[in-house]
């Protein structure tokens, strides 16, 4: 196990150097300068040469590059253009933002998907795992963007039932665990969860079937056991799956939700990736996709080292 571990933390600094070296190379490759966005239109030259040697745009790219890497390996993701203010204090707040939205969002896919999986696999064929399937597939079919808007209208414009952008009164960027500020996550964590909840009800829906049919479920079945006890039984040896798939959604969650988090106004990881690319604010940009790659590379770390945990079948080595 311990090898494992030291495999895939080894495994996550060339995962992390190629996404930033690959972000870094579409960012320079774009037209435009990415001082132009902070810049005013009657910039003398000598302020504009002063800034990109402030911010090393004078350097060549691979230069750029090789300082930003060193840079980041102190702890130092550099200084945001637009804002000015540490792109590591940028990230803190945001993920903080995003991470309250992805525990809601999580919460409710891995309820109702292995619910709605179990029920489905363990009555195949039937009409409620044909409503399952049918659900599923619109819930994956649907893009992310289009339900909120749609989600917006509905509770916020027709019924005026929960607010449609913002995660607090006022504007406030401030998350508390009350209702008053719990109603601002409803519509974007109930936007975000449909994804993920269809496909671990799908992949569900698979292994209870899968499961079923097989000798040792048989086998219980013959001694007579309950209904109950061998579905106990057949959740446990899918559990080690369904936490994996939600691991893998809820990485996604925190680094693929910028349509979202931008649709709803959410302060978060997201919307910041898409203010930086939009201002072109290279540090943040750059900064904030490494940190999504590391932490994703750590969530799947985390996953695969519970799975051995629920089922002792599994070996990591």
Same mark, same amino acid.
């Given at each position: ?5 030291? /495999? ?15 972000? +870094? ?19 003398? !030259?000598? =302020?504009?040469?002063? #800034? ?42 945001? *993920? ?54 749609? =989600? ?38 109930? @936007?975000?969860?449909? &994804?993920? @909840? ?12 899968? &499961? ?5 479920? *048989?086998? =219980? ?6 209904? /109950? ?7 446990? %040896? ?14 996604? $969650?925190?680094?693929?939700?910028? =349509? ?8 978060? @990881?997201? +919307?910041?990736? %898409?203010? !930086?690319? +939009? ?8 900064? @904030? &996709? #490494? ?7 750590? #969530?799947?770390?985390?996953?695969? $080292? ?9 070996? /990591?080595?």
């Amino acid at each position: 196990m311990i090898l494992f571990l030291l /495999r895939r933390l080894a495994y996550a600094v060339p995962i992390a150097l190629a996404v930033s070296a690959v972000c +870094f190379a579409l960012v320079f490759l774009a037209p435009g300068d990415p001082l132009s966005s902070v810049l005013p239109a009657d910039a003398s !030259a000598e =302020l504009v040469e002063q #800034l990109k040697a402030q911010y090393g745009f004078d350097k060549p790219v691979p230069v750029q590059f090789a300082k930003w890497v060193g840079r980041a390996l102190q702890g130092d993701l550099g200084t945001s253009i637009a804002t000015g203010r540490p792109v590591a204090s940028e990230i803190r707040h945001a *993920i903080a933002n995003t991470f309250v939205l992805a525990v809601f969002a999580c919460a409710v896919g891995f309820t109702l998907g292995v619910s709605f999986g179990a029920v489905a696999g363990y009555f195949q064929s039937r009409w409620i795992d044909r409503v399952v399937t049918a659900l599923a597939v619109a819930g994956v079919s649907v893009p992310h963007y289009w339900l909120g808007m749609v =989600l917006v209208i509905v509770f916020s414009v027709l019924w005026n039932a929960l607010p449609a952008m913002g995660m607090g009164s006022s504007g406030s960027a401030d998350w508390a665990w009350d209702w008053e500020h719990i109603r601002f996550v409803v519509l974007p964590a109930v @936007t975000l969860s449909v &994804i993920p @909840t269809s496909i671990l009800a799908r992949t569900v829906r698979a292994l209870v079937a899968d &499961i079923l049919s097989r000798e040792f479920v *048989i086998a =219980l079945k013959a001694k007579g056991l309950g209904e /109950r006890r061998i579905f106990l039984h057949v959740v446990k %040896n899918a559990a080690p799956t369904a936490i994996a798939v939600m691991g893998v959604q809820l990485g996604y $969650l925190l680094g693929g939700s910028i =349509l979202v988090e931008t649709v709803f106004s959410w302060p978060g @990881t997201g +919307f910041l990736l %898409n203010t !930086a690319i +939009f201002q072109r604010d290279v540090p943040l940009l750059q900064g @904030t &996709i #490494l940190f999504l790659a590391l932490f994703f590379v750590a #969530l799947n770390l985390v996953v695969d $080292l519970v799975q051995p945990l629920l089922d002792p079948r599994i070996q /990591r080595t």
